[in-house]
């Protein structure tokens, strides 16, 4: 017996919970979280889309009898259907009805409670298709079902209706492993650029580069930000379990200091620079989060990155936090290698890529227009 709640909205049940680390994982640790998370990418990136389906209940039916098949007879089920994509709430339900009438008909009845079997019904998207996921649950084992669904003349439009597009702009590139970069005023107010490495910042304007070195972290995987002073010419930058300023006039470190789990540095000179990600669950095959400002007359909006490996190129999404769980803002917005991390600030957002092609670092500024 299945029944169905309708209007639900939350993550996959496979979310991936340590993918909301701010740090980027090595490519062993991240392509081995989910074997479920792998065949999903499959999904997103080539499984033929259904066809012959002429509505999205045509989908639907054909997808309720997928996973009628997979059902064992005569067993108590509970089902739950859940909207991650940009279908609006009327064409969720009319899938959620489609797929309800579809399973009755095989023989199913729906029941809410004393199930030993939970269906759980994902609607999700990728920048093609409609990517629906079907998992069965019964006891410790589950099976998953995938299918995209092409977009017909009646869904495309709101595939195309995302309120947020995403840009960027590459402001630097170069082989060194940059933790993150930003853009500052150098000598005698001319452009510069500061860049941190691991174990020193480099300062490149016009006239030359300045390496200005420190201790390196104890970290085979290593993180950092960096932030302004409230004087232009000091530039504070953190790494694991410490936080250091550096005068830029005078090209040299001026001290480092421990921080506690939160990053805050025992004293109020410096600043408390955090990237925080969404509190909420993670979209489901997505990995590093950011917390953004209101974009378009949203809240509670951040950025995800996708899920993939270090050996793959990457993409980058807005979403925003609903009651019940993150749905889509923007489409995916690809770049051509992973996204090692994402950064904070004022002004804009910035992203720190691998070139896959060149091998290369790249920093990117984001920013964020209404509408396509």
């Keep these: 017996m299945i029944s169905c709640r309708p209007g639900c909205r939350a993550e996959f049940f496979f979310e991936f919970r340590e993918a909301r680390r701010s740090t980027p994982m090595m490519a062993a640790d991240r392509s081995t979280l989910s074997c479920r998370a792998v065949l999903f990418l499959f999904v997103l990136i080539g499984l033929p889309p259904m066809a012959g389906s002429a509505t999205l209940e045509d989908s639907a039916k054909e997808f309720a009898q997928k996973i009628a098949a997979a059902l064992p007879a005569q067993e108590n089920v509970s089902c739950e259907i859940r909207n991650l994509s940009s279908l609006k709430s009327g064409e969720a339900a009319r899938i959620e009805q489609a797929l309800k009438a579809e399973l009755q008909e095989r023989g199913f009845r729906l029941t809410s409670s004393g199930a030993t079997i939970n269906v759980v019904v994902t609607l999700s998207e990728n920048f093609k298709n409609l990517v629906w996921t079907g998992e069965i649950h019964q006891g410790d084992t589950s099976h998953v079902i995938l299918t995209t669904v092409a977009r017909s003349s009646e869904n495309r439009a709101f595939s195309t209706a995302m309120p947020v597009t995403i840009h960027s702009e590459k402001f630097w590139e170069g082989p060194e492993h940059i933790l993150d970069a930003g853009e500052i005023a150098g000598i005698g107010g001319q452009p510069g650029l500061i860049l941190l490495l691991p174990d020193r910042l480099l300062v490149v304007e016009p006239t030359g580069r300045v390496e200005i070195n ?81 974009v378009c007359g949203g809240a509670n909006q951040f950025l995800a990155t996708g899920g993939r490996d270090y050996t793959q190129t990457d993409s980058l999404q807005v979403f925003r936090m609903e009651s019940g769980g993150p749905v889509a803002a923007s489409s995916e917005f690809e770049f051509p290698g992973p996204i090692m991390d994402l950064h904070s600030a004022v002004g804009a957002q910035r992203a720190v890529v691998r070139n896959l092609t060149t091998g290369n670092y790249e920093a990117y500024r984001l920013s964020f227009s209404c509408g396509q």
Aim: proline share 15%; charged share 20%; hydrophobic share 40%.
């Design 214 to 294: 420190f201790p390196p972290a104890a970290s085979r995987d290593p993180k950092g930000k960096l932030g302004l002073g409230e004087n232009g010419n000091t530039i504070i930058f953190s790494l694991p379990s410490r936080v250091c300023s550096v005068d830029l006039d005078m090209r040299r470190l001026i001290e480092c200091l421990p921080t506690d789990e939160a990053g805050a540095a025992p004293v109020s000179s410096i600043p408390l620079m955090i990237d925080l990600a969404s509190p909420g669950p993670a979209p489901p095959g997505k990995g590093i989060q950011l917390v953004i400002g209101p």
